[in-house]
């Protein structure tokens, strides 16, 4: 049986992390992914990376859902799936999700992950914070989520911004459980 894991692409600027973390999961022959995507987040898509970037992350997902479809299975407890990762999250989606306002497909799907106690992963891509960014991480951390800003280590000696993305997309599947080689491991030999 295949793990179904959630995308979500929310309106923060970093619209190569969710694209990243699609090619990823797809690697995953025992993965399923379900996608949805906000409107901002499809805007940033295709300005960030390239006109076609939307169609190539729709085409990576197994099952795609318009952020309005909050009748797809993804909205329902019912519908299991492991988990969800969204990348990357704006402020405007932690708040939605820390304050279980569940009015697009991604914060309703985010917030039945946490009510079904399943793995939920946030790239919160913000900088700088003010206080209530920070009272909504610490808000989603104690209903069961985990905060994930995508920091960039130094340890594995990045090259370029791939390897960047890739190991903060590395520590995401980390969290899951889902093997990769998407950056050097402290400890590990530089090869």
Partial sequence: MKRKIIVGISGA???????RLLEALKKQASIEI??????????LLQ???AAGALDQAIALADHYYE???LWAPIASGSFYTDGM????????????IAHGFGDTLLSRAADVVLKERRRLVL?????????????NM??????????????PAFYHKPASIDDII???????????SIEHALYRRWGSPTG
């Fill in 166 to 176: 890739n190991q903060s997309i590395g520590k995401a599947l980390d969290l899951f």
């Fill in 85 to 96: 990762i969204i990348a990357p999250c704006s402020a405007k989606t932690l708040a939605a």
């Fill in 138 to 151: 610490a808000q989603v951390t104690r209903m069961g989520g985990v905060i994930l800003p995508p920091v």
């Fill in 13 to 19: 600027s970093g619209a190569l992390y969710g694209l």
């Fill in 34 to 43: 379900f996608l949805t995507i906000s409107r901002t987040g499809k805007l």
């Fill in 47 to 49: 300005d960030e990376i």
């Fill in 67 to 69: 952020a309005q479809e």
């Fill in 123 to 135: 790239l919160f891509r913000e900088t700088p914070l003010h206080l209530t960014h920070i009272d």
